[in-house]
């Protein structure tokens, strides 16, 4: 049996514009999902390292295909996580998810990764280009976040509160500029050939964006709420997703990040130049 929490929109009913609590749908999260968002985030953290290296090792040719395909593994891992998020919320009425805005959404978080990638990818890169990476890179998760939820078709209105929209993004950018910094750190490590920190290094890395990346998501969920509306929804283009469709967007996801272990690994890994890296230098 399934087991659910208390949905943080109940929490949100007072506002400014005099709705009561009894205006507002109320929600469950399922355990599970939630959980299992948590461990997708991870894993496409941690795989998202990996690729940093490999983009930063190869010769030019190469990079570009690695930069490329590095950023729709990573891209869809993190999508895989923001939906599994969506689904762990559940309504009490149907919802359904147009489908153009969704790949939308999946075009936005594959943009975020490629900046994240791109930037890292650099042979000399320093402060500033984390700062304004991270920038860019915040801007593709809160878009991936924001046009995902604009996806959703229910008989209900969104209603949002601006404070936690704006806090959501903040921490989106947080998460880009800790994101960005470990993986500068861990390319610094890895060109002085510390295999042991290197390894500590991606752990803390998949840890840490693990929760942080989730935690961005569930801000952004917190930050709507959802009064009934008697029009009906426009469903051209929408489908419900079921518990089947969920699986897969999970097993896309298993694979496509597998995969780049496996061709990462085959290939005999990458070591980074000791002189690539130098902290601090810029173009």
Known sequence: ME???????????RREDGMNQSTIIQANYSYWLVALSVLIAAFASYAALDL???VFSEEKGARGAWLL???VAM???VWSMHYTGMLACRLPIPVFYHIPTVLLSLVAAIGAS????????????????IAAGSLLMAGGIAGMHYTGMAAMRLSAMHH?????VIASVVVAWLVSLAGLGLMKVNLVISSRG???????????????????????????MAAV??????????????VEISALGNAAIIMISVIVLGSIFFVRHRSGGSRVAPVAIAAGQTH
């Not at 949002?160 to 936690?164: I, K």
């Not at 920190?197 to 569930?218: D, L």
């Not at 709420?225 to 929408?238: C, F, G, I, K, T």
Request: charged content about 15%; hydrophobic content about 40%; aromatic content about 16%.
């Open 3 to 13: 087991k659910y929490c208390y949905s943080y929109f109940a929490n949100l009913a």
């Open 194 to 220: 510390r295999n042991g920190s290197e390894g500590m290094i991606k752990t803390v890395f998949a840890v840490t964006m693990g929760f942080a990346i989730p935690a961005m998501h569930y801000m952004g």
């Open 69 to 71: 395909g590095g950023a």
């Open 114 to 129: 490629f900046v994240a990638l791109y930037v890292v990818s650099r042979q000399k890169f320093g402060v500033l280009h």
């Open 225 to 238: 709420h959802y009064v009934p509306m008697d029009e009906a929804p426009d469903l051209r283009y929408s």
């Open 160 to 164: 949002w509160d601006r404070q936690l």
């Open 52 to 54: 940093s290296a490999r």
């Open 75 to 77: 891209g869809t891992g």
